[in-house]
Every structure is written in structure tokens, then in C-alpha cells.
């Protein structure tokens, strides 16, 4: 009976530590998003287009996926402002965002949309996505209601990933490897 309990404590913690499929020196698990996509800039106009995770190769790069509400948006925002405040070359890096549009809260869906395409405005360097029906979070088996920073070399490689708030070593770590990668 002891040791049934001890392995099912266990394989429940051992899910809680890795509950996404997304692993180090892999490329993202594929995926493509056509219900929104990537938002696009035109002439000052907001577009959109189909996204695909293995297009994301030739740059560095930090990746967000976050769900629709205010509480996902802040966990990592320390993250976000410093990298906005690091000198990263925009031929060698670019952060991408992508938004579960499908994990908000009832009746918000037109601020996120507000906010995605102000930001587009105010950032066109910075590639968003727009998930409304979360199929990145499917398909890389998120949790809800949460944020995943994911760091990738210009292969596409995965070389960190976190699921949930960072410490402060890990932005650290987070910031010292995507300075390190390009």
C-alpha cells in the first residue's frame, strides 16, 4: 500500500514539474493558427495571416504565449519591459507573443483585440498572434490561465522553457541567453 502511494505522490508531482510536451534542443511541437493569426502591419492598417511554429527559425528569439486576461499578461511583464530595454539586433532577435484568445475572460475579447493592435502599432518589429480557438495551447499541452516563455536559437531549437512566473535567476537567465545566442 506504501509504496502505491508513494508512486502515485510520485507521478503527480512529476507532472506539476513538466506538464507541457515542449522540450530543450527540440523545435516546438508544429502547430498553425488561421482563426486570427499573426497580426500584420500594412500601411498602418491591421491585417492578419496564418502563423506557423516552424517558420520560427533564422533568429533568436523569446516567446510568450499567454492567455487572454490581465493576470497571465503580468506574470512575466518584468521580462518583457527588460527586453524591451536590452540592445538586441532586430536582424539577429524578435519576440513573439501569441495570445489564447480562447482562455479569457466572457466579454473582453474586444479589449485584447484593441490592445493586440495598438501594441502591433506601437511594436511592428514584434510578431503577435492572435489564438482564438487555442490551438497552440492544445497543441503544446498549456496549462489555462497561464503564461510560457520559451527561448530559441536561430534553429528553432528550444534552449529554455518555463511554464508559469519566472523568478528573478531565471529572467536573469533569460535575458544573459538570448544576449549570448545571437
Known sequence: MKKKLLLSTALFFAGLVQA???HL???LPAVTVTDSGEVTLQDGKIGHKPWYSQELKGKVRVLQHIAGRVSAQKMNNDLMVLLGKE????KNYQTTTIINGDDEMFGTGFLIERAVNNGKKDHPGTQVVMDNKGVVKKAWDLKPEDSLIVVLDKAGKVRFVNEGKLTQAQIKEVLDLTQKLQ
Open 20 to 22: 507541457n510536451n515542449i
Open 25 to 27: 534542443n527540440q523545435p
Open 87 to 90: 540592445k538586441l539586433n532586430p
